[in-house]
């Protein structure tokens, strides 16, 4: 047991999913009572766009276009905008009736997965490796950090916010002349689930790569 827990990547999907359990049960959320948490816009159209999704699987609704609305609007265009992640097929699992308790539980999965490649982020990025508790608090804070939470209430802009970490790693490469698959296609990845808060993730590539270009210069110079 002692083997399993040293291993930073068990450590902090228990922890982080501890945090969540806890949440879940005080709360009473969905599979431990009926909330949720569904919040503004995800109440206000979101929610709606996933019936729609699960309707287009298991009913007769189509997926390019939405008959219901106005005269009819185009679908596809608010699934690639709204609701093209491969988390969203797991409510098809799930009843109809329990669509909209589901989304509780991939929002959690989608901080879970924050967690974890913030953590091979720090693994890889990090030249001075960090102690193995900071390395587990850092994933932590950073699934549980504001700047996630205002995403998940439209739950696609948190593909963009798991993927991140990854596209980091793979633009450090690309920095360090390596090659640079890791970053097209994590960066192709996040643009098609959440071009949105991918074009914004950008602004803190651009100041990743003056942190690198500041570090390589200081080193050059020493030499």
Known sequence: MKKILKNPYI?????TISILLIVFIIKGIF???????????MYDQITAFFYHFYDSFHGSKSLFIDFTTSGGINFFGIMAYY?????SFILLLFKREHVYLAVSIVIALKILLSSLTCL????????????????????????????????????????????FPLVAVGFKKV????KPYLYIITLTLSFITSFYVTTISLIFLFFLSLI?????????FLI
Request: glycine share 4%.
């Open 11 to 15: 450590t902090t999907s228990l922890i």
């Open 31 to 41: 599979p431990f009572g009926n909330n949720t948490l569904i919040y503004g816009d």
């Open 83 to 87: 609701i093209l992640s491969p988390f």
């Open 120 to 163: 091979y982020a720090i693994k890889v990025l990090f030249k001075e490796k960090l102690s193995f508790m900071l390395s587990v608090i850092l994933a932590i804070s950073y699934a549980f950090c504001g700047y996630l939470f205002l995403m998940y209430q439209i739950t696609p802009w948190m593909d963009a916010m798991y993927l």
């Open 175 to 178: 920095l360090d002349l390596e």
């Open 212 to 220: 690198n270009f500041h570090i390589t210069s200081q080193s050059s």
